[in-house]
């Protein structure tokens, strides 16, 4: 269902990544048992967060480069730069296999150190620099939601 050699998972729905569990627990990993009217999500939170992994998995560059903004600010994770035309780069390549993964797979690249690392992703058996893992809990969902509302307005 994630073709890891493709940079956009076209087809990938919510519930193959967040499948409601046997068990009755929160389908976002967090262990909180349902009760109640509680049909897969815990809470807001749980289920905002499981959306928001749901869109990085699937390649959505908007919800990614807002992320990445928020984690890196603009700053090249190379040259340690920041640049206004700073660029989202898979750090495990697509071509190899680095598509369809979370933010942590993902780092800002100034234009000149992604087009660097571009040709040394050429190189066979090249070992790659993980950036930290980036928690997604401390998102702001507001912004994004008008975010979002903006693009639909736009749409309209
Ligand atoms: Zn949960
Ligand atoms: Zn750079």
Redesign the pocket.
């Known amino acids: 269902m994630i073709n890891k050699f493709a940079r956009y998972q076209v087809s990938l729905n919510i519930d193959q990544i967040f499948p409601k569990l046997e068990s009755g627990l929160c389908s976002c990993g967090c262990g909180e048992k349902l009760t109640g009217r509680q049909k897969k999500w815990y809470s807001s939170n749980c289920k905002q967060k499981s959306l928001i992994e749901f869109y990085i998995i699937k390649g959505d560059s908007q919800v990614i480069r807002d992320l990445l903004f928020e984690r890196d600010m603009g700053f ?6 920041y ?1 206004e035309k700073w660029e989202a780069d898979h750090i495990l390549p697509v071509y190899k296999g680095g598509g369809g993964l979370g933010l942590e797979n993902y780092q800002t ?2 234009p ?3 087009k660097n690392k571009t040709k040394l992703d050429r190189i066979p058996n090249r070992s790659y620099i993980h950036t930290p893992s980036f928690d997604i809990i401390h998102f702001p969902f507001e912004r994004l939601r008008t975010f979002h509302k903006n693009i639909l307005e736009d749409i309209v």
Do not use: K, M, P
């Not at 090249?76 to 730069?81: I, K």
């Open positions: 090249c994770r190379s040259c340690g730069v640049d690249l100034c000149y150190c992604h």
